[in-house]
C-alpha cells in the first residue's frame, strides 16, 4: 500500500471538512493523550526563516502511522486575500514507511488547532460555559467558536479583531448558525466564561486583570519566544496548561515572557500528560492553556481523512 505518487490517496480541504467533523477531530486528540500519549517524547519540529517567512517541519509517530506536515507561515499573506499558514502533509504506514495519502494541510491544521483547544478546555471550562470571546477574525478564530461549541453549551460570542470589517463578517458567519454573535471589545473578555486568542498580536491583547477568575483561556496564536498574546499577571494568578513543558520553554512566548518577569516559576506549569491522566485542576482561578502546535495533533486528526476505513 502506497509508496508511489499516483498510488497515493489525494484529500483535498473540501474532502477532510467533509469526513472528518469537529467533534470527531476533539475525540481524537483526547482518546490519544488519555491513552497515555506523552507529547514530551514527540520529536521537536525545526523552524526555517526564509525571506518572506517561515518554513516549519514536523514530524511525529502514532500507532500504525507516521506523519510529516511542511507547513509555511507568510505573515504578509492575509492582505493577498492567503491563509497566513499553508501547509501539506504525508500520511506515512509505520510499518513499511511507504506514504499512504497526501493532505491538504492548511485545511489539516485549520481542524486540528482547534480541536487540540478544545480537548484541554474541556477539562478544566466550568460545564455551562456559555459566553465566548474570541479574539482574531481569521480561519482559527472562526474554527475555535465550533470547536467551543462541540464542548460546551455555548450561547454568546463576541469578536475582537484589528480591522472592524473581518470582525463583522466573522461575526455574520458565526451568527448564521443562531447564536449571539457581534464584533465587541477587548473589555469583554469580564463577562466571558471562555476566551480564545487567535491572533498574530506580539503584545497582551487585553487586561489580565478582567479575566473572571472561573473562565478558561487558551492562545494558538504564537510560537516565537518573543511574541505574546497574553499579559504576564494574569499567567501569574492562573493554572498554566502547556502541551509540554520542553516546547512552551522554547517556543511559547506568553510563557517565556512570563518567566523572565518573574510572575510565572517553570515548574508549575501543567502538562498534558499531567492534565489528562492526573487529579482534577482546581478551579479557584483561571485555567489558561497555551498551544505552540506539535506533530503529533496532526497525526491524531489526519487518518481520520482516509476514504478506505482504514483509520486506527
Known sequence: MGGTLDSLDLIDGPAIAERVPMRAAVDA???????????DADPPRSIVDVRRGQLLLMPSELGGWVGQKLATVAPANPARGLDRIQAVYVLIDAETLAPVALLDGTELTTLRTPAVSAAAIDVVAVPGAASLVVFGTGPQGVRHVEA????R?????????????RARRAAASVAASGLDAAVGTAADVADADLVVCATTAREPLF????????AAVVAVGSHEPAARELP??????????????RVALAEAGDVIL???EGR???DALIPFSQLFAGPPVASDRPRVVKTCGMGWQDLAVAPLA??????G
Not at 453549551?153 to 470589517?165: I, K, L, Q, S
Open 29 to 39: 486528540v483526547r482518546r490519544v493523550l488519555r491513552d497515555g500519549y506523552d507529547p
Open 148 to 151: 467551543m461549541r462541540a464542548i
Open 153 to 165: 453549551p455555548v450561547e454568546r460570542v463576541r469578536f475582537v479583531g484589528r480591522d472592524a470589517a
Open 207 to 214: 487586561d489580565g486583570a478582567l479575566v473572571p477568575r472561573h
Open 232 to 245: 504576564g499577571d494574569l499567567l501569574a494568578r492562573s493554572h498554566v496548561i502547556v502541551e509540554s513543558q
Open 258 to 260: 512570563a518567566v523572565a
Open 264 to 266: 510565572l516559576a517553570p
Open 306 to 311: 482516509l476514504a478506505d476505513g482504514r483509520r
